[in-house]
Antibody
């Protein structure tokens, strides 16, 4: 059974870049599926950020596309999220996922000086 | 941008039936998925491909889709079903533009 674990800084300064990694265990990131990122601001709903295939092909939420980069590292069996020019509105729990079925536990990232 | 619209809240008495709707223009052509999210936890898939139930999900959870509306039904709701529920689907562009519904808070009391 595939398991996912997010990691990265819990605090990012405004205008900086948010960087998170999702470690994949119990399976290979080179399997035939897309690997996703989703976020949830405190007290609000879920927002799909984007996805990546092991080949490196990506799809992004149009509303975030200009600031988002998702990459994959097959040697480490993990994939990553970078979100640039962050503001307080980017404060959220960030989940990585093997959608639709498997989610990481989520990690809270706060944007504050 | 594509939107999936859900009612903000649904209340039901224990043992009664709760129905949660999800409205979206692409639903006649695209599958709907449903997630249950309890406070402080990651979402859990309860229905996939409109009406299929993953292993381990109680039979009281069912899904259907007709036209531009998908529906999640909880038949004989239990207190432990109190949670937020989100539908999930994609638009009709073919560009992998996924969207979550606005979310519905289900209260069982």
């Amino acid at each position: 059974q595939v398991q996912l674990q997010e990691s990265g800084p819990g605090l990012v300064k405004p205008s900086g870049t948010l960087s998170l990694t999702c470690a994949v265990s119990g399976g290979s990131i080179s399997s035939s599926n897309w690997w996703s990122w989703v976020r949830q601001p405190p007290g609000k709903g879920l927002e799909w950020i984007g996805e990546i295939y092991h080949s490196g092909s990506t799809n992004y939420n149009p509303s975030l596309k200009s600031r988002v980069t998702i990459s994959v590292d097959k040697s480490k069996n993990q994939f990553s999220l970078k979100l640039s020019s962050v503001t307080a509105a980017d404060t959220a729990v960030y989940y990585c996922g093997y959608l639709p079925t498997i989610w990481g536990q989520g990690t809270l990232v706060t944007v504050s000086s | 941008s594509y939107e999936l619209t859900q009612p903000p809240s649904v209340s039901v008495s224990p043992g009664q039936t709760a129905r949660i709707t999800c409205s979206g223009d692409a639903l006649p052509k695209k599958y709907a998925y449903w997630y249950q999210q309890k406070s402080g936890q990651a979402p859990v898939l309860v229905i996939y491909e409109d009406s299929k139930r993953p292993s381990g999900i109680p039979e009281r959870f069912s899904g259907s889709s007709s036209g531009t509306m998908a529906t999640l039904t909880i038949s004989g709701a239990q207190v432990e079903d109190e949670a937020d529920y989100y539908c999930y689907s994609t638009d009709s562009s073919g560009n992998h533009n996924y969207v979550f519904g606005t979310g519905t808070k289900v209260t069982v009391l």
